[in-house]
């Protein structure tokens, strides 16, 4: 009797020693690309990234995407060309994955590596500082993403025959909250 007993109770608070971690949701986003060119400044911003984050004893998993053709520059011309540049029809997706160990979530600094796929082509960034505020049940992050175009061997579009600059710097802001 004790031992079926002790076998239900272990049965019982199994899934209480298996816990999963945490999941995080992205609530909400603000990603803004910027491209320089000596006439002109461009900023392209983005509201629509999806992403989810698994935390547990073995470290924190991230993935978050966004439609390349999300991005709005206010110019549906330029937009287009952004389009054809990135080859966003056949890589119609920004992926980022990083991996970092969930004890980083309680500084206010995190520093991580993350892959991004973009344009067919992935770019490894290392110990790229991400800032952090915990406001109850949700994390506000924001950093810089310093990307380039040769990073996903995009060819510098041009204006007036003069190309842009290579650097294409990714501004992130996320909201995340635990699900």
């Known amino acids: ?23 995080w949701v992205l609530q909400q986003s603000t990603l803004t690309y910027h491209m320089s060119h000596p006439i002109h400044q461009v900023y392209g911003v ?9 935390c547990n004893s073995a470290g924190c998993d ?3 995407a966004a439609p390349v053709k999300s991005f ?7 937009d287009l060309h952004m389009l054809e540049a990135t080859r966003g029809a056949q890589f119609p997706m920004v992926i980022v994955r990083t991996r970092f ?7 206010p600094t995190i520093y991580v590596n993350l892959d991004v ?13 991400f800032h952090l505020t915990m406001e109850g049940n949700q994390v506000r992050i924001s950093g810089t993403i310093p990307a380039t175009c040769s990073d996903f061997k995009i060819v510098p579009p041009s204006f007036l025959t003069v190309p842009i600059k290579n ?13």
């Open 117 to 129: 796929q973009f344009a067919g082509q992935t770019a490894h960034y290392e110990h790229l500082p």
């Open 72 to 78: 709005d520059s206010g110019d549906s011309n330029r």
């Open 1 to 23: 009797m004790l031992k079926k007993f002790l076998v239900a109770f272990l049965l019982a608070a199994l899934p209480a020693f298996c816990e999963t971690g945490t999941t």
């Open 62 to 64: 991230f993935l978050i």
């Open 101 to 107: 160990p969930e004890s980083a979530i309680a500084s």
């Open 167 to 179: 650097q294409i710097p990714l501004q992130v802001e996320m909201t995340w909250r635990k699900s």
């Open 46 to 54: 983005s509201h629509a990234a999806k992403g989810k984050g698994i």
